[in-house]
């Protein structure tokens, strides 16, 4: 049978489920192929969203109207702002998830996508004709006719997992691997390689002593992923659910080691790379070879289930040293697991193989994104799918963006940076984002990603018109603010009580509020009880509107750092000038200084 498509998705992970929608939503006839619709967006290790430069990933792909931060705040047990104690160009949110709870609410929202249709099978093969896909072919006999095709395979092509010595052919745990579907793409002249990562043992809660661990609870503030104010989660409504610090020792150590002749990674079992931002535990144990400790997290899987996540300890040792050393740690001494760690390879293709827009060099109209790339992380490959699928809404329809690709550059989005380093760099390991890769990062920020990618978004048809009020509106407030306090003069004897209260140094002159509020001891909140016009003009900028504290932090960033955001802007302006005779936007800018902020 024949089925005919504008765009057809392959696999439902986190780009697949990010690229379905942003087609569906710009007008093309989409559907999504997924193996199990039961999986869709499965968190196949850690049940967590956002982190370390991963967490501005997400808000930029809300910014541009996209799903993983709406679903990560519906499912959200703990969230966490990392890196507060730094400055705001390295904030970075993080949400412990529900896993089960995130593949149901992601599920919804795909079923109820206007112009999408999800067909549970899997892919055999593409049909390309003249180096231009076509379509595709399924196991179940199904023949997929498309104008674009998109591959989010995720680890599931030709996938392998190791536990010791044993080899499981798999996409992941208790699930197929995709086989043919590389051979079917690399026989048109892409490239492929190999590529490793790796997952930890998961816990049954009921036998962990936590009275011997370390409690690390959540934020209780008002920080969330999604820029809409319907989506906000009030505390109340989070459950906040704990997660557990522990070490392991040198008797774990021990065991691990004996271990080793076992382990995939040292005898020669796996020959492909993994991931060297997240190593499994022998790895750690090979690399810091005097190191005593290493530091666990004990994470909550879900809000009703006693499956736990033990963060920091990926493995592929067999089954027995994994579970005789982890019963080493005094929180442990009678564990309990659901499964063992394991160590997976499968396929990728070479990302220097595509344009900007993620689209093929080799075979028009062929689009990959996640970890087929070479990255590593659902938030890398969610940014990446909403990329894929705009560009091939646009292939399929020339009237969006004028025809002309989509792309964003190192000085727009950490979306930006990550695709421009895959496509001009490769990957020799599994790509991670980090914070010290974007340049211009204090342009980045996690709280201005709406400001910097919604009227984009807007002016392709994909962020809505109630977003793009809400981007308006949050825009002018935050400038009356600004405004307000670069103009607003201060005497002396009236706010000097003030600043001793606060333990900050007192005026020996007037000065602009703007100014006062550049030292590290005041903040809007703070301050405003003590001077009566200011707290009265916050009052009637923001009313009563939901996203106050929001826009407070906001506003205040641009007040604290107005010098370095200028000059970076300036810096970022002069390069895209220089660059004006190639695609301004992708020029490689210079390396930063990472200690400047």
């Given amino acids: 049978m024949i089925f005919n498509y504008d765009v057809v998705v392959v696999g439902a992970g986190h ?16 559907c999504l192929i997924t193996m199990d619709m039961n999986k869709i967006a499965q968190m196949s290790c850690n049940p967590a969203i956002g982190g370390i430069a991963k967490g501005q990933i997400v808000r930029e792909i809300d910014a541009l109207g996209g799903y993983t931060g709406i679903v990560t705040d519906r499912c959200s047990l703990q969230f966490r702002m990392l890196n507060l104690s730094k400055g705001p160009a390295v904030w970075s949110p993080r949400s412990q998830c529900d896993r089960a709870k995130f593949i149901w609410t992601w599920r919804e929202i795909l079923e109820n996508t206007p112009n999408l249709q999800i067909w549970q099978d899997q892919v055999r093969e593409l049909i390309i004709e003249n180096q231009e896909v076509q379509g595709l072919k399924t196991y179940y006999g199904a023949e997929f006719r498309a104008q674009c095709v998109i591959i989010t395979a995720g680890t599931f092509l030709n996938g392998l997992m190791h536990i010791g010595r044993v080899m499981i052919p798999g996409g992941r745990c208790a699930e197929l691997p995709a086989l043919e579907l590389t051979e079917s793409i690399t026989k048109h002249g892409i490239r492929a390689g190999r590529m490793k990562t790796g997952t930890p043992v998961r816990i049954d809660k009921r036998s962990v002593d936590f009275s011997l661990m370390e409690k690390q609870d959540g934020d209780h503030d008002f920080h ?24 392991t020792n040198t008797d774990v150590h021990e065991v691990l080691r004996s271990g080793l002749p076992d382990s995939p990674l040292y005898n020669g079992q796996i020959q492909s790379i993994g991931p060297r931002y997240c190593p499994s535990i022998e790895t750690k144990l090979h690399t810091f070879p005097d190191k005593d400790e290493h530091m666990l997290f004990l994470e909550p899987e879900g809000e009703t289930t006693n499956e736990m996540y033990l963060n920091g300890f990926s493995s592929s040792l067999p089954l027995d040293i994994q ?11 009678h564990l309990e697991v659901y499964r063992p760690g394991y160590a997976i390879e499968y396929d990728f293709f070479d990302p220097t193989q595509l344009t900007h827009s993620l689209e093929s060099k080799v075979v028009k109209n062929l689009f990959f994104a996640g970890q087929v790339n070479g990255t590593t992380g659902y938030e890398e490959a969610a940014g990446q799918g909403v990329i894929a699928g705009i560009n091939a809404a646009i292939n399929c329809n020339k009237t969006l963006n004028g025809g002309e690709p989509f792309t964003l550059g190192r000085n727009e989005a950490y979306i930006g940076v990550l695709i421009d380093d895959l496509v001009t760099k490769g990957v020799d390991e599994p790509y991670r984002m980090f914070t010290s890769r974007a340049e211009y990062r204090i342009l980045l920020r996690q709280d201005d990603a709406d400001m910097r990618l919604t009227e984009r978004s807007y002016q392709l048809g994909l962020a809505s018109e109630e977003r793009h009020q809400l981007m308006l509106t949050k825009k002018e407030k935050i400038n009356a603010i600004t405004t307000f306090v670069g103009n607003f003069s201060l005497k002396p004897s009236l706010i000097n009580p003030a600043l001793e209260t606060l333990g900050t140094t007192p005026l020996r002159q007037g000065c602009k509020l703007e100014e006062l509020l550049g030292r590290p001891q005041i903040n809007i909140n703070n301050i ?32 604290k750092y107005k010098g370095y955001i200028y000059r970076e802007q300036q810096m970022a302006d002069k390069m895209v000038r220089l660059g004006e005779h190639q695609d301004c936007r992708q020029v490689r800018l210079p390396q930063h200084d990472p200690n400047l902020h």
């Fill in 224 to 247: 969330k992923f999604s820029y809409l104010p319907t989506e906000r989660t009030s505390v109340s409504e989070r459950n906040n659910l704990p997660c557990w610090i522990c070490y």
């Fill in 528 to 559: 405003a009880p003590h001077i009566e016009p200011f707290r009265k003009e916050l009052n009637h900028i923001l009313g009563d509107d939901p996203r106050r504290e929001e826009i407070i932090e906001a506003a205040e960033i641009q007040i």
């Fill in 15 to 30: 780009a697949g489920c990010e690229a379905a929608a942003v087609a569906a939503n710009l007008g093309a006839r989409t």
């Fill in 323 to 333: 579970l005789t050393a982890l019963r080493k740690i005094p929180a442990f001494k």
